[in-house]
DNA sequence: GCAATAGTTCAAAAGTTCTTGAACATTGAA
DNA sequence: TTCAATGTTCAAGAACTTTTGAACTATTGC
């Protein structure tokens, strides 16, 4: 009933760029970035990111991203939607997030059988 | 005599973002990027950097940071001089450097007995 | 209530990273 | 040649990271 899940997020000026830099440095979180760059109008649901991992190892990465700061996770439902934390990012490291988008854009995508998706497949991902 | 050390740096191309960001996620590493940067005239030698840490430990540090092309080691008599691959990492991922060292440049720095360093101090790690 | 959906937590195992000290290598200078 | 200076390599150990599957929680809809 009460829907307490709790969630801690670090406060704006707890966000160090050590611990977004750690957060980042690993393909599959930042994967997980390119995605979440390519639908920043729309919120995604774990449950998309599961070309890139298992339930399980996928709860553990946004959890990373979480703790540092990178995403904001709001539950609804049974659900968790994942957004860039774009506004808190750009206010503590100007241009950061930009240079990290800019460049995960033009790069493949690697998912977790090692080929590498489809700009249509990407697409698909994106919309779904 | 022939003074033919060995020390392999990435090609400019071959630098990833993986890989700087998994470099630059490190508090030591981060910091001597932040030595780096306040003197990006002037080459400075890994003895330099001795308030950071062991001398064995900065080592394996500036390797890692070679190794992912954040750096450039220049072997010249018995030292090493150490510089930013600054117009490497500019190609690559334009803007991303200059984001790192704005704020690293007004981070407090830490040093290896966890006490921080006033200006002057770093002042003189700088030119000495 | 029961089942389905969406995600988390736990413990174990495997792998990786970092620090340490001792031994080594290279260069330059007395 | 011998010494000091500067840094590297090696092996061991401690501490983290990541992946797994099984068990769990919370919510929604029937």
């Not at 503590?92 to 700009?119: K, M, S, Y």
């Amino acid at each position: 009933m009460s829907g307490m899940t709790f969630l801690p997020h670090p406060d704006t000026e707890h966000i160090t760029l050590a611990n977004v830099l750690t957060a980042l440095g690993d393909e599959t979180r930042l994967a997980i970035i390119g995605h979440l760059a390519r639908n920043e109008e729309n919120a995604m649901t774990c449950g998309q990111f599961l070309d890139l991992g298992s339930k399980t190892s996928l709860s553990y990465h946004l959890a990373k991203l979480r703790e540092a700061g990178v995403v904001h996770v709001r539950p609804e439902g049974t659900k968790r939607f994942v957004t860039l934390r774009r506004v808190d990012l750009d206010a503590r490291f100007p241009g950061f997030l930009d240079t990290i988008i800019a460049t995960t854009r033009h790069l493949p995508f690697a998912c977790r059988d090692g080929n590498v998706l489809t700009n249509a497949q990407l697409a698909e991902v994106g919309t779904s």
